[in-house]
């Protein structure tokens, strides 16, 4: 079983930066796309970053230009780098991993949170 840790949640100020880790145990991370969302409070969980196995790269419209996606396989970790922060970036960050070989097999972490704030 495939377990997936997010790492690196905290208090921030508006304007700061954040590192979010996702770790997933298999050797095989680059079959996978991994994917981060954000739920913030009261609201549905939203897709905000992705990481896809072919190397390519998306972000949602609210994070272009300020989060970057970037996997290092070897290490089987996903990072997400969080600049110029605002406060509507509050919120719980879930990391996905998600393979479709030779099945489908998709794994979320419980969650780290980061909390955007002055």
């Known amino acids: 079983q495939v377990q997936v840790v997010e790492s690196g949640g905290g208090l921030v100020q508006p304007g700061e930066s954040l590192r979010l880790s996702c770790v997933v145990s298999?050797?095989?991370?680059?079959?996978?796309?991994v994917n981060w969302y954000h739920q913030a409070p009261g609201k549905q969980r939203e897709l905000v970053a992705a990481?896809?196995?072919?190397?390519?790269?998306n972000y949602a419209d609210s994070v272009k230009g300020r989060f970057a996606i970037l996997r290092e396989n070897l290490k089987r970790t996903v990072y997400l780098q969080m600049n110029s922060l605002k406060v509507e970036d509050t919120g719980i960050y879930y990391c996905?991993?998600?393979?479709?070989?030779?099945?489908?097999?998709?794994?979320w972490g419980q969650g780290t949170q980061v909390t955007v704030s002055s």
């Open positions: 996905n991993a998600i393979t479709w070989t030779p099945q489908e097999r998709n794994y």
């Open positions: 990481s896809f196995s072919s190397g390519a790269t």
């Open positions: 298999t050797n095989l991370l680059s079959m996978y796309n």
